[in-house]
């Protein structure tokens, strides 16, 4: 049947498509997401650097094809994302000598970024990731090129120009590390502030990038209530569960030690039948969760679709073999995908 239509009553069901999937034409891989998904992100392509590499170059050809693709086959479509401190072109912080701008003129190339990319696709993307990441747990505002430019008054900002080039579009504020409690009061306190000003937001996005044991499930739903609270709908928009052991190291660091490296990469062989049984598990407690909260959940989006492209691969550490996702790298519905279909 499909997740996406086995889910209808309850949230939609994503998946990030990578602009190689585009590109290559991958049509195997295009009618797997028909199939399963009602809801689909851009997994890089309308990322700044991707889509507007410099002052006057746009690059909108895979963005095209990516949303024509979702109106093809009458899908929600996520615009992913339009301020980030990630995959931006430095220079946008800079004048030609390479010094900081002025506030004045990162908010005007912030206003150039927004108002064409938004208006583009007016009608189109449903949803827009509007800000990304910029909130830290330990205190409060990250401190970003954007932030020490222009202060925490940029947020304000990208959301009353991304209403403005399309005022139906669905506005969300999206960050990792939700769960968080320090993080996630922050969220609340600054989405309460928006409100009181009048800041244009609907939604916030969790991304979701999990682990195996962590965080809790009572925590994940700490956050679900809290942000409901404020009365915004919630995403889930970039779930994945990590089944590697974590450990934040420079991938130089691992190359020079063998051993450390099988460490870190344990599953080259496949996955461990007892690990596979814990994903199974995770991904059925989260299902659990985000169906008792059906109410308050828009969407819940994977960060890809199948293990063989998972950005988890490489991410903390590159070259790894992970196994995150519900489709395995011969593109068959692993234990997890059935558990999650087995839900409904
Ligand atoms: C990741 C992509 O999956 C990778 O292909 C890319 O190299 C780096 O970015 N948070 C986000 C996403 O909001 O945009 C990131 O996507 C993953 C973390």
């Known amino acids: ?23 290559q034409n991958d049509t195997e891989l295009l009618d797997l997401v028909k ?18 590499p410099a002052e006057n170059e746009w690059r909108f050809d895979i963005g095209d094809r990516f949303v024509e693709f979702g109106l093809e086959n009458n899908m929600q479509i996520v615009g992913h994302v339009l301020v980030w401190h990630s995959q931006v072109p430095h220079t946008i912080f800079q004048d030609e000598s390479g010094n900081a701008v002025s506030k004045n003129i990162l908010l005007k190339r912030m206003e150039n970024h927004i108002s064409t990319l938004v208006d583009r696709y007016k009608g189109k993307i449903n949803a827009w990731d509007v800000v990304n990441e910029s ?42 590390g939700m769960v968080n409690p320090k993080r996630r009061d922050f969220v609340v306190k600054m989405v309460k502030d928006f409100q009181k000003k009048g800041v244009p937001i609907h939604g916030i996005g969790m991304q979701g990038h999990f682990s195996l044991d962590s965080p809790d499930i009572t ?5 679900i209530e809290a942000f409901a609270s404020t009365g915004l709908r919630v995403h889930i ?6 089944v590697l052991p974590s450990r934040w190291s420079s991938s130089a660091e691992i190359s020079n030690r063998a051993d450390y490296s099988e460490e870190l990469n ?19 407690d989260l299902f659990k969760l985000f169906l008792k909260h059906r109410d308050k959940i828009d969407r819940v989006t994977f960060w ?13 550490v590159r070259g790894r073999t992970n196994y995150p996702l519900l489709f395995d790298r011969e593109r068959n519905p692993k234990n ?5 279909a087995g839900l409904k």
């Open 266 to 284: 344990p599953y080259t062989e496949g996955l461990p039948p007892k690990i596979d049984d814990k994903l199974t598990k995770r991904y059925e």
């Open 135 to 176: 909130v830290t747990p330990e205190d409060g505002w990250r401190k970003s090129p954007w932030f020490e430019i222009a202060g925490p008054e940029f947020m304000d900002k990208a959301f009353h120009l991304a209403h403005e080039a399309d005022p139906d579009c669905h506005l969300l504020y999206n960050d990792y």
């Open 336 to 340: 997890a995908y059935h558990a999650v």
């Open 1 to 23: 049947t499909g997740l996406g239509k086995l889910y209808e009553n309850d949230f939609t069901i994503g998946t990030a498509v990578s602009g190689w999937t585009f590109s």
């Open 219 to 223: 925590e994940i739903e700490a956050s």
């Open 35 to 52: 199939h399963e998904f009602n809801s689909i992100t851009p997994e890089n392509a309308l990322k700044w650097s991707r889509v507007h």
């Open 304 to 316: 890809g679709t199948t293990d063989a492209q998972s950005w988890k691969n490489n991410f903390p």
């Open 237 to 242: 928009t970039e779930l994945d569960v990590d």
